[in-house]
C-alpha cells in the first residue's frame, strides 16, 4: 500500500506545470458548508468527476479546476483554496494512509433526485426540500400517481416527504375542519378510488410496496420523520386493518396485532401501532420528546458514531460533518426506540444515556435505505403554520448536512452489488 501511494503521487507530480486542483474544505473554515454540497453536484452534471475525502477537514472536496468553478464557488459564498499538482498529491498520498482514518472516494455521476410529496398547500415546511433549494440542487416533485406508474425507475435517490403511509392523514384528527386537511382528505380519497382503492390506507400500502421493490432494485431511499416510521407500520399492516372508525370509516380488525408481518418492513419489528384516532402518534418505534427536553432544547443532541473510512465508507459517507455533536429536534417522529430496530441496520447516531436512535441506514436488495428523526435540524418544535426556515440563517448547519451527505452519496456508486 505505501508503494502504491508513493507512486500515485510521483504521478500526480508528473502533471503539466499549469494543472491546478480546488480543494473545498469542509471544516470550521468553509463559510457554507450547505451551499457546497450544491456546488459538487453542479460539478458532477457538468461531467467532472469529485474527490470526497472522508474525515479529512470535515469531509472535503477535491476537484480538478475548470474555467467556470472558482467564478461558481465565488456566486455562491463557498470558501475554496487553490492548490498545486504537489499540494493535491500531498492531500491524496496523506488521506490515504493506512494509519489514518481517512479515504478518498471518486463522485462519479450526479443523481436523479426525487421527491415524493403532494402538490397541495400544507401547513409545514419539508426540511429536505429546503436543503435542496437553498444548495441550487435540481429534483423533481412526484407522488402517488407518478409512483404507481412506474416513475421510480427514472430515479436513483427519492426522499419521502413529511407523509403519513398508514391513511390516518397524519393523525392530525384535530385539525380536521381545517380546510388545508378537507383538502388534503379530498384529493387522497379521489387518486385512490381513481387506482381502484376502497380505502386511502390500502393506496397508501400500494405506494409503500413500490417504494420498497424500488429500494429492492437498487434505489436510495431517505426519509425524515414520519416519513419514516409509517412506512413500515403500512407494511408490517398490510394483511389487516389498523386505522380507526373516525379515518375510514370503519373498525380496527380485532385481530389485528397478530396478523402484522415484520417480515415486509426495511428498518424496524415487533413494534405496537397506535389505535387512537387522536393520538398524535402512530406507534411506539417513536420514543418521543422528553418532557424536560421541550423546557430546555440546550440539553437535547445526539452523538454521530465514527465508521472506517476505508473498511465502511457508506456510513462514513453518510456522518461526514465538521462536528460530532450535533443538537436535537423534535418532529411527529422524534427519535427511533433501538430495541425495535431490526439486527444489521448501522446505527449512525443517537442520544446519549436514552433509548433513542436519531440516524440509521440499512441494505435491502440492491438498495439502501436511510431515516432520520425530526422534521427541521435547525426548528427545535416546528409547529403546523410556523414559517419555514431561513437557510441563509444556518449557512453551517451539522443537522442539515446529513440530508446533503445523503443526496451526494448515490454519486459514489460504480455498480449494483448483489446480495
Known sequence: MRRLTVLLACLMLALPAGAQDLLIPMDTRQTDHLKAYGVAYWTLSRGVEVDWLLNYRGGSFLISSFPE??????????????????????????????????????LEKP????????????????????????????????????????????????????????????????????????????????????????????LKLAVARTIRDYVLDGGFLFAMCSGTDTFDIALAAHATDIVPAEYDGDPIDPDALNKLDFSETLAFENFTPSFNAQEYEHSNIDTGPPPSQLLNPALDYFTLFEFSAKWDPVPSMLTQNHVATIKGFIGQTTGFRKNLIKPGVVIMAEAP???????????????????????????????VNDPPTDLNLHKNSPGYRLILNNILFPAARKKKQKT
Open 69 to 106: 468553478l472558482e467564478q461558481e464557488l465565488r456566486i455562491r459564498g463557498v470558501f475554496f483554496e487553490k492548490l498545486g499538482a504537489g499540494q493535491a498529491a500531498q492531500i491524496i498520498a496523506e488521506v490515504e494512509r493506512e494509519d489514518r482514518n481517512t479515504a478518498v472516494v471518486r
Open 111 to 202: 443523481p436523479r433526485i426525487a421527491v415524493y410529496a403532494p402538490d397541495v398547500t400544507q401547513p409545514w415546511d419539508d426540511a429536505v426540500l429546503l436543503a435542496l433549494n437553498y444548495a441550487e440542487v435540481p429534483y423533481d416533485m412526484i407522488y402517488d400517481d407518478e409512483v404507481l406508474a412506474g416513475k421510480l425507475r427514472e430515479y436513483d435517490w427519492l426522499h419521502l416527504h413529511h407523509e403519513d403511509f398508514t391513511g390516518q392523514y397524519g393523525k392530525f384528527y384535530t385539525y380536521r375542519a381545517m380546510p388545508w386537511y378537507i383538502e388534503q382528505q379530498r384529493q387522497a380519497e379521489a387518486t385512490a378510488r381513481r387506482h381502484g382503492f376502497r380505502k386511502v390506507s390500502r
Open 353 to 383: 444515556g436514552r433509548d433513542e436512535v436519531r440516524y440509521l441506514h440499512g441494505s435491502f436488495g440492491q438498495g439502501t435505505f436511510t431515516f432520520y428523526a425530526g422534521h427541521d435540524p435547525e426548528d427545535y418544535q416546528h409547529f
